[in-house]
């Protein structure tokens, strides 16, 4: 890692997480001048318009510069495309066939991890590539940890967390999904988004529209 993106060696697609340092990934200006700091060819990007939800859509290189509408997830077989999603807390779910020839990346806040994004997206590797969960790997990108992440009697009861309990971990909930649905390997970044204010956007600490970007590359 450096101190523009955040990324885990483990996971072997190209993938990255921008941080503060690039800027507002929201605004076309600044996310063109980091695409052309880092060589990312921009008109390569498909965009996900997200909504809180569930639906993972395949796309291809014909979805290139575009936002896909009311999705939360992306997926495609095209090489040399990049995924895109955009966070300020919720987490960046990025994940891959085992012989890299699928690649996916989905949003997810405690809506979308409740309501089964992680589930779709397995469901549309298996079912629209003939891949099981035993041959997807995953990593969890920065977002809010439990240690900031203070919740009401809803999320609670919603995630079946003791009462006794202030704080939800949302990288805890989708490792438990995730091993229940039999993904052959998962890695998480120990990254607070809310915490570490210097480095990233957070939503909870400062109600802020500005936002990271998130990208994976089928090569």
């Known amino acids: 890692m450096n101190n523009k993106i955040v990324s885990d060696g483990n996971f072997k697609p190209f993938h990255l997480t921008t941080t503060k340092f690039c800027g507002n990934m929201k605004d076309a200006g600044a996310r063109k001048t980091f695409c052309k700091s880092v060589g990312i060819d921009e008109s390569k990007i498909v965009f996900a318009n997200q909504v809180h939800g569930t639906l993972v859509k395949e796309v291809s290189r014909h979805d290139c510069g575009k936002f896909i509408e009311a999705c939360d997830g992306l997926i495609t077989k095209d090489k ?14 990025f994940l891959t066939s085992r012989d890299g020839s699928i690649v996916s990346l989905i949003h997810s806040g405690w809506r979308g991890l409740a309501e089964g994004i992680i589930e779709s997206a397995v469901t549309s590797f298996l079912r629209n590539f003939g891949v099981s969960p035993a041959d997807i790997f995953a990593y969890i990108g920065p977002h809010i940890r439990e240690c900031c992440y203070q919740v009401g009697e809803d999320l609670k009861k919603i995630f079946n967390v003791s009462s006794n309990k202030e704080y939800l971990s949302l990288v805890k909930q989708a490792q438990e999904q995730m091993k229940k649905l039999k993904i052959a390997k998962v890695y998480a970044s120990s990254h607070c988004t809310c915490h570490e204010y210097e480095m990233f956007y957070s939503y909870r600490r400062e109600k802020t529209d500005e936002r990271m970007m998130s990208l994976i590359k089928n090569a």
Do not use: E, Q, R, V
């Open 80 to 93: 040399n495309i990049y995924l895109c999603i955009f966070t300020a807390d919720c987490m960046p779910i």
